[in-house]
T-cell receptor, first 113, second 109 residues
Framework: DGGITQSPKYLFRKEGQNVTLSCEQN?????MYWYRQDPGQGLRLIYY???????QKGDIAEGYSVSREKKESFPLTVTSAQKNPTAFYLC????????????FGSGTRLTVV | GENVEQHPSTLSVQEGDSAVIKCTYS??????FPWYKQELGKRPQLIID?????GEKKDQRIAVTLNKTAKHFSLHITETQPEDSAVYFC????????FGAGTTVTVRA
């Protein structure tokens, strides 16, 4: 499925709960990214990682956390501090931090119930 | 950081007509400008891209133009077909991709 897999496809969260979205790639890419997509706002960068054991905040990092313990995996945790978490979340990767081509996963739609 | 603006937000065209989407960017250091097509509930797919040392690039019915001086770039789709209906995003990259807000294109049969 394009070498980058996100799971689950749909996720429901109760208010006050933390949830973790999975992103796995088998492309041997160094860099990975998490974007949030809301209607009419395009894609906004949450966190990115240029190499294992390193990650940086993007434009809207508040209420989110990530880890990069393995090259293949870049999970995103949506914490209870994120006040409006309902959105479509997209993970992407690129061969290196400076590489142009991003490969996107198929996304996870998170809904707070 | 980079700020990308995209216009229009919605575009309706008759099948066979052309569609044009325009984007501006703020960071003169940006050197890569891709365009993505996203169908409902699916991942964005790269359809064409251009680098800052090129002014125009074509791929069949799709073309992109870049004006570095004015910091704007445009997507042109000719002979539109119903399957061109989707949301299109422009993006600009300095050290990371920044996206425009998207244009919903509807091709009327």
């Amino acid at each position: 499925d394009g070498g980058i897999t996100q799971s689950p496809k749909y996720l429901f969260r109760k208010e006050g709960q933390n949830v973790t979205l999975s992103c796995e790639q088998n492309l041997n890419h160094d860099a990975m990214y998490w974007y949030r997509q809301d209607p009419g706002q395009g894609l906004r960068l949450i966190y990115y990682s240029q190499i294992v054991n390193d990650f940086q905040k993007g434009d809207i990092a508040e209420g989110y956390s990530v880890s990069r313990e393995k090259k293949e995996s870049f999970p995103l945790t949506v914490t209870s501090a994120q006040k409006n978490p309902t959105a479509f979340y997209l993970c992407a990767s690129s061969p290196s931090p400076g590489a142009d081509g991003y490969t996107f996963g198929s996304g996870t739609r998170l809904t707070v119930v | 950081g980079e700020n990308v603006e995209q216009h229009p937000s919605t575009l309706s065209v008759q099948e066979g007509d052309s569609a044009v989407i325009k984007c501006t960017y703020s960071d003169s250091a940006s050197n890569y400008f891709p365009w993505y097509k996203q169908e409902l509930g699916k991942r964005p797919q790269l359809i064409i891209d251009i680098r800052s040392n090129v002014g125009e690039k074509k791929d069949q019915r799709i073309a992109v133009t870049l004006n570095k001086t004015a910091k704007h770039f445009s997507l042109h789709i000719t002979e539109t077909q119903p399957e061109d209906s989707a949301v299109y995003f422009c993006a600009a990259k300095d050290y990371k991709l920044s996206f425009g807000a998207g244009t919903t294109v509807t091709v009327r049969a």
